[in-house]
């Protein structure tokens, strides 16, 4: 039986040493937006900025300040008012008519075959002239130099397709805990390093922000390969990389940044629709999950704790290496180093809200979205 735990402890073990690790190397490798001069007039392309709205009066003023404020030679932003029922309508044309660089599509219904966030961001691509598109988010805040800079960084490592890594406003320890935990998740499960290698199939989206040339998004169908895919900002990159286009990612901090779902009970709704169908729909994958951010981020902190000889020795090694990984988010994100050692607590909780988001997308038979309800064997079928 002593065999048995000590198998078991040496399996995060030897994840942390060897992936961690590794991608930890990579994560210092990443380029920083900071990094690359802003592009003088001459070589900055021309830019649509492409963004769907649906009931966003809230957050959108502050977001679409910035935009109309960004200090860009060329640039076109194309924003779609998704069917809504506040004043976003309103808010987007009183922008417009002062803001002639702004073009407001208002669209009133849904058509069949289409989720409504990935039928917006077509229309909007279908109205725009820029060369380069920038995909991005109603509530995304943007820094006045932040394409010109983003224009240097592409001509220097030669990409069709950039996505970047922006901040996000946090409010209080709740919001903290989760959206560090996020960061040092995703950039496990993804390693965002291996974007940019042409033989890796290693991909990355990002919602906030992706730019790519308008002739790689063509080549590789549009929004209308993802017109059922609920995570299509993440699918968007793997279309990119399957077409043989290069890609990339690149650290941004509050270049480009966004007002996230807000305190605890408002994350875990806000993911309600997303955790499940990051797992494509599979609870195997859900199974798989789960017991990944209990093995690796749960376990040893319990053999940390309660663990001897050997057992302990090994969580030690796990222990270290996740809360020094967890560490390096934490002075990105520049929050307290502390909030590393909620490591264990974030897992939990993320565990919760994976099995919770599973639960209800089965129970419902579908997601709600966007004011609508989508079946899941719409959604399943319409998978990249």
């Known amino acids: 039986m002593h065999a048995f735990w ?41 830019v649509s900025l ?3 709205a649906r009931d966003e009066e809230e ?33 987007l044309d009183e922008f417009a008519a ?38 991005t988010d109603a509530d995304v805040m ?40 996020f960061g040092m998740s995703f950039q496990l499960v993804i390693d965002l390093n291996q974007v940019s290698n042409p033989n890796s199939r290693t991909y990355v989206g990002v919602g906030a922000f992706q730019m790519l040339k308008r002739s790689a998004y063509e080549a590789c169908g549009t929004h209308r390969r993802l017109a059922m895919e609920v995570i299509d900002d ?23 940044s966004v007002e996230w779902h807000m305190g605890l009970n408002n994350l875990v709704k806000g993911l309600e629709k997303n955790f499940f169908a990051a797992a494509g729909f599979r609870l195997s994958a859900v199974a798989s999950q789960i017991g990944g951010l209990l093995l690796f981020n749960v376990l040893p902190f319990a053999g940390l704790l309660f ?3 050997w057992v302990r020795a090994l969580a030690v090694i796990s222990v270290l290496i996740a809360v020094c990984f967890h ?43 966007r004011g609508t309800f989508y079946k899941l064997e719409e959604l399943r079928r319409g998978l990249v």
């Not at 992936?19 to 490798?29: E, M, P, T």
């Not at 380029?31 to 021309?46: E, G, Q, S």
């Not at 076109?76 to 506040?86: G, K, M, N, Q």
């Not at 993440?234 to 480009?256: D, P, W």
């Open 307 to 309: 663990g001897t000889g």
């Open 6 to 46: 000590i198998a078991l402890f040496a399996v995060p073990a030897l994840f942390w040493t060897t992936h961690g690790l590794k991608v930890a190397y990579g994560a210092l490798r990443l380029p920083w937006l900071k990094d690359f001069a802003p592009a003088a007039d001459a070589v900055c392309p021309r």
């Open 98 to 135: 002062k803001h002639p660089q702004l073009r407001v599509i208002h669209l009133l219904e849904l058509p069949p075959g289409w989720l409504g966030k990935p039928h917006a961001l077509q229309k909007a691509y279908e109205a725009s002239t820029g060369e380069w598109l920038v995909f």
């Open 142 to 181: 943007f820094q006045s130099d932040a394409l010109r800079r983003v224009a240097s960084l592409l001509c220097a490592r030669h990409l069709d397709h950039l996505a970047l890594l922006g901040d996000v406003h946090r409010n209080g320890f709740w919001d903290n805990v989760l959206i560090t935990f």
């Open 327 to 369: 560490l390096g988010g934490d002075i990105v994100m520049r929050v307290s180093p502390l909030y590393s050692l909620t490591l264990p607590l974030a897992a939990l909780v993320f565990s919760y809200i994976l099995l919770r988001s599973t639960v209800i997308t089965l129970r419902q038979g579908g997601i709600y979205w």
């Open 50 to 52: 492409l963004f769907a």
């Open 234 to 256: 993440m699918k968007l990159g793997k279309l990119v990389k399957q077409g043989g286009f290069s890609s990339g990612v690149a650290v941004a901090q509050n270049a480009v």
């Open 59 to 91: 957050k959108l003023p502050r977001a679409l300040a910035t935009m109309v404020a960004i200090d860009y030679p060329n640039l076109e932003i194309i924003a779609v008012d998704d069917r809504s029922v506040d004043a976003t309508g309103r808010i």
